[in-house]
């Protein structure tokens, strides 16, 4: 891989991307809108620019990693935004989670410029992208699949073409809506479980040797000290941040509108992380719904 890969939006995400592709001697060309973020993955080897415009004009495969539809739009089709210089032939990866209609707008308007786009969501939260574990979800055409799949192996382990564009979000957007809810009922039962007299770190234990694991017990678990190293045991900072989780069960309920889709938990998950994200947990990783279920406790 010669050609030097764009990387837009270091986040929480996108910076343990950048780095994995960097450490396996990519030559990454970076832009954030946080100039500080850019300045941490130079430390690793990136090369910084000004703006995606820049970053379009510099090479021919792009990764874009940003918060929502409306940020992919902005580095997209904004003043100095990727499409202004994207070059004929370019591949362009949007690995953000958002709304299926803006990624189809997206590869139309690359398209008129001779560009390939694919929307590539992942899963695995911050650990498995520091790790380069990640599972990628692809949708775009299959004649490119491969190419794509190429680049994404270097930072995750799964790649999964789902079809055409917008198929990607559709199944992160389904993937997301269950781990809202598997969370909340994690943070629901450990906290039962604890006022039941138990101690945490043996609840989990029984619960993941039990019909009732799942990753929000196994890997992420809401409840602090329980496993070290995750957000949960560092008062809740990094991670995958509440707005977030909020955006992506309002794209499920969305979809399960259009759709005609019975999702009464996915609703009920939607609501109680739109009450958090007026609450000073918006800025916490979604395992703080724990917190948040205990503040609501009987006194
Ligand atoms: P984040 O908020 O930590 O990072 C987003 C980055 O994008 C920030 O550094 C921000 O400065 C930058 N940014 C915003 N607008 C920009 C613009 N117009 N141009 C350039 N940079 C811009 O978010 P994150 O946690 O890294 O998540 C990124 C995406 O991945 C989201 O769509 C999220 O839903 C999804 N995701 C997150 C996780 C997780 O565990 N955090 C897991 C899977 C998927």
């Not at 990454?28 to 430390?43: G, R, S, W």
């Not at 079809?163 to 598997?182: E, Y």
């Not at 039990?210 to 045991?233: A, D, F, K, T």
Request: hydrophobic fraction near 40%; aromatic fraction near 6%.
């Amino acid at each position: 891989w010669e050609d030097p890969v764009g990387f837009i939006g270091l986040g929480n995400m996108g910076g343990h991307m950048a780095r994995n592709l960097l450490s396996k001697n990519f030559k990454v060309i970076v832009y954030d809108a946080l100039p500080n973020n850019m300045k941490i993955l130079e430390k690793s080897g990136a090369q910084s620019a000004s703006s995606p415009a820049e970053v379009a004009s510099q090479t021919k495969t792009l990764v874009t990693m940003l918060p929502a539809g409306q940020h992919v739009r902005e580095a997209y089709t904004g003043d100095k935004g990727l499409l202004s210089a994207v070059r004929s032939g370019s591949l362009l990866l949007d690995s953000s989670t958002i709304e299926p209609a803006t990624s189809q707008e997206m590869e139309k308007l690359a398209a008129e410029k001779g560009a390939i786009y694919m929307d590539a969501p992942v899963s695995g939260g911050v650990v498995a992208a520091r790790d380069a574990l990640l599972t990628f979800m692809v949708g775009g055409s299959e004649k490119y699949f491969e190419q794509a799949k190429s680049l994404l192996l270097n930072m995750g382990k799964n790649v999964v073409h789902c079809g055409p564009v917008g198929t990607g979000q559709a199944a992160k957007v389904c993937n997301n809506m269950l781990l809202g809810i598997t969370m909340i009922g994690t943070a629901e039962t450990m906290n039962l479980g604890i006022r039941l007299g138990l101690d945490a770190k043996l609840l989990a234990k029984i619960l993941n040797m039990s019909s009732g694991r799942c990753w929000s017990s196994e890997l992420y678990n809401p409840c602090p000290g329980v496993i070290e190293n995750i957000p949960s045991s560092n008062n809740y900072e990094g991670g995958f941040g509440v707005t977030l989780m909020t955006k992506d069960l309002g794209l499920a309920q969305t979809a399960a509108t259009a759709t005609k889709a019975a999702i009464p938990l996915g609703s009920l998950a939607h609501q109680l992380y739109r009450i958090m994200s007026g609450t000073p947990l918006a800025c916490k990783d979604f395992a703080s719904v724990y917190e948040f279920l205990q503040e609501m406790d009987a006194k």
